[in-house]
């Protein structure tokens, strides 16, 4: 039998954020936490060092929540990389997003260095389908692979939304 590899998954900090509220958007979330950890055979869950700088400025008593829920699954903490640091300032200067998202382009220039399989994230600036455009095809050039750029819902095919 072959063994096969692991789904690496990028976590946007938008994802992590989202378990410690109470909405539907939040219970997909933690049904995508139920779902991926209780696999660890089969993904890998991957965080930067942008996510953890972005979470240690939450306040209390969410930075307790966020940091303890962090510490208790088995994620790959990324170290600081210059390459993803310069891919992210070359996708602000091809226009990917503007300069002020740097922080979301550093997100997925993290992912794509790491060559991860997916990015996961509930922001707006990242699920996009212009946003997933230029990023393809800057990477295409940078001969680098792209990620998906999904929500945790469209990863885990669940929805909590009811259809007539």
């Given at each position: 039998?072959?063994?096969?590899?692991?789904?690496?998954?990028?976590?946007?900090?938008?994802?992590?954020?989202?378990i410690?509220?109470?909405?539907?958007?939040?219970?997909?979330?933690?049904?995508?936490?139920?779902?991926?950890?209780?696999?660890?055979?089969?993904?890998?869950?991957?965080?930067?060092?942008?996510?953890?700088?972005?979470?240690n400025?939450?306040?209390?008593?969410?930075?307790?929540?966020?940091?303890?829920?962090?510490?208790?699954?088995?994620?790959t903490?990324?170290?600081?990389?210059?390459?993803?640091?310069?891919?992210?300032?070359?996708?602000?200067?091809?226009?990917?997003?503007?300069?002020?998202?740097?922080?979301?382009?550093?997100?997925?220039?993290?992912?794509?260095?790491?060559?991860?399989?997916?990015?996961?994230?509930?922001?707006?600036?990242?699920?996009?389908?212009?946003?997933?455009?230029?990023v393809?095809?800057?990477?295409?050039?940078?001969?680098?692979?792209?990620?998906?750029?999904?929500?945790?819902?469209?990863?885990?095919?669940?929805?909590?939304?009811?259809?007539?």
């Amino acid at each position: 039998m072959e063994k096969t590899e692991k789904v690496r998954i990028y976590l946007e900090t938008s994802v992590i954020g989202d378990i410690c509220d109470d909405t539907v958007r939040s219970e997909t979330t933690r049904e995508f936490f139920r779902i991926v950890t209780g696999h660890t055979d089969k993904y890998e869950l991957v965080v930067s060092p942008i996510l953890i700088a972005e979470i240690n400025k939450s306040p209390e008593p969410q930075l307790g929540f966020l940091t303890f829920f962090l510490d208790n699954i088995t994620i790959t903490k990324l170290p600081y990389s210059q390459e993803a640091e310069n891919l992210a300032l070359l996708y602000v200067s091809k226009k990917v997003l503007s300069k002020k998202h740097l922080a979301d382009l550093t997100h997925i220039a993290y992912a794509v260095v790491a060559q991860c399989d997916y990015i996961l994230s509930w922001d707006k600036h990242f699920v996009r389908a212009n946003t997933m455009s230029r990023v393809r095809k800057t990477n295409e050039q940078e001969e680098y692979q792209s990620p998906f750029i999904v929500t945790p819902e469209v990863f885990t095919g669940e929805s909590n939304y009811v259809h007539d």
